[in-house]
Each structure stands twice: as C-alpha cells, then as structure tokens.
C-alpha cells in the first residue's frame, strides 16, 4: 500500500508549491482575498492560504482592466481588453469571470462591455454592452456564473445622434443598479475610465472597423 501512497504525495507537493494554472479546477468552494494585473497582463488571483491562481491572455487579447471581488469574495471578475482598430486605446470585448476553480468568458452578442457587476453576492453577474461611438441602445444580460445561463435580457435605448429622445422604457432593477453603478463611477474624482467611447473621424463604421 504504501508505494501506492507516494505518487498521490508528489502530486499534492507540486500542486501546492507555486501558481496553478487557471482552469485546473479546484473541487471545493473558494475564497479570494486579492486579485491584480500583472507586467504581462494576466489576471492573478490570491485566495486563501496564499496561494495564487493565473488566468492568461488568451488570443489577441491585450491585458486585463482592473479587477473586483464580489462581495461574497467567491468570485473574481476583470474585463478582458482587445485591440480596436479604430481607437488608441484597447476596447472590452469579454469579461472574464473566475469562481469556484473555473473561468467563465462571458462575450454577450460581441460588443463591447463597457458595464458590469455581480448581482446576488457573486453568483450572478451583469453587463451591458454597445458600440464605441454612436451607440443608440445598450444590451443588457444577467447571468448564472456558475453554468452560465441566460437569465434575462434587456435592450435600453440611449440618447444619440439619430435618437436624442428616445421613448422611455421599463427598466428591470438589475440593470437599474448596473447604470447606477456607472453613473456613481463617472462622477468619482478618482475614477480610471478604460476604454471609454470618444469621438470618432468618421462616424459610419467600416467592414474593417466593427465596433465603430
């Protein structure tokens, strides 16, 4: 029995010795006490015990924006930030969520996501997403972390160049609490705005420039 014990040791020795990899999978429910970005753009968790879990870039992605913990501190979530042809700066286009050993990669209808939150202390999360310029309605989605599922949906118009008035519209209370957060972020002195629409040269989007 014993030689038989000695394999099943090594592995726990080399699974708790330095980062594991995100994806690999813990079984049991964890918590998360920091997260940050790192020099090269990966997302690295510490939970409890000090030990620290990566999350990479994946593809053309560039980096990670700032991250945040839910309140129940079981989940972690950052925007994934992508080139953009038509802009200086990296634009949202996934946001990225890690809870219980998995990564989620919540992509929406494929624009960018430019508000979010967790809903119910980390179990659900939110976003909206619109163009970069122009934009007259944000979709909105509020999902299971855990299996992903669609909960609900919602698409709010905005005021725009072709629509300055739209016509109001019944504002579920998620999304309300979404475009309260972002409001109080705007007015905030200290706010870091990441990759926030501006102005464009050209306002009709080109083939090449989807998210114009």
């Given at each position: 029995m014993l030689f038989r014990l000695f394999p099943l040791l090594g592995l726990l020795a080399v699974s708790s010795a330095g980062p594991l990899?995100?994806?690999?999978?813990?079984q049991q429910p964890e918590s998360y006490d920091s997260a940050r970005v790192d020099d090269a753009g990966n997302?690295?968790?510490?939970?409890?015990?000090?030990?620290?879990?990566?999350?990479?870039?994946?593809?053309?992605q560039t980096s990670f924006s700032a991250p945040k913990i839910s309140s129940a501190r079981t989940a972690v979530a950052a925007q994934a930030m992508f080139p953009n042809c038509c802009t200086s700066y990296d634009i949202p286009l996934e946001?990225?969520?890690?809870?219980?050993?998995?990564?989620?990669r919540?992509?929406?209808i494929g624009l960018p996501i430019f508000e979010w939150g967790f809903?119910?202390?980390?179990?659900?999360?939110a976003f909206g997403q619109t163009t970069v310029h122009f934009g007259c309605e944000t979709h909105y989605e509020l999902r299971e972390i855990a299996s992903e599922r669609l909960i609900d949906s919602a698409d709010i118009p905005d005021p725009c160049g072709q629509r300055p008035n739209p016509k109001p519209v019944q504002i579920p209370a998620w999304v309300a609490e979404i475009r309260l957060r972002k409001a109080r972020f705007a007015s905030s002195p200290?706010?870091?705005?990441?990759?926030?629409?501006?102005?464009?040269?050209?306002?009709?989007?080109?083939?090449?420039?989807?998210?114009?």
């Open positions: 990899l995100a994806g690999s999978g813990a997302l690295v968790i510490t939970k409890a015990g000090n030990q620290t879990i990566v999350i990479r870039r994946e593809g053309e946001l990225v969520v890690y809870g219980s050993g998995k990564v989620h919540f992509k929406g809903v119910n202390g980390g179990t659900r999360v200290r706010r870091r705005v990441i990759g926030a629409p501006t102005q464009c040269a050209d306002a009709r989007p080109t083939p090449s420039c989807a998210y114009c």
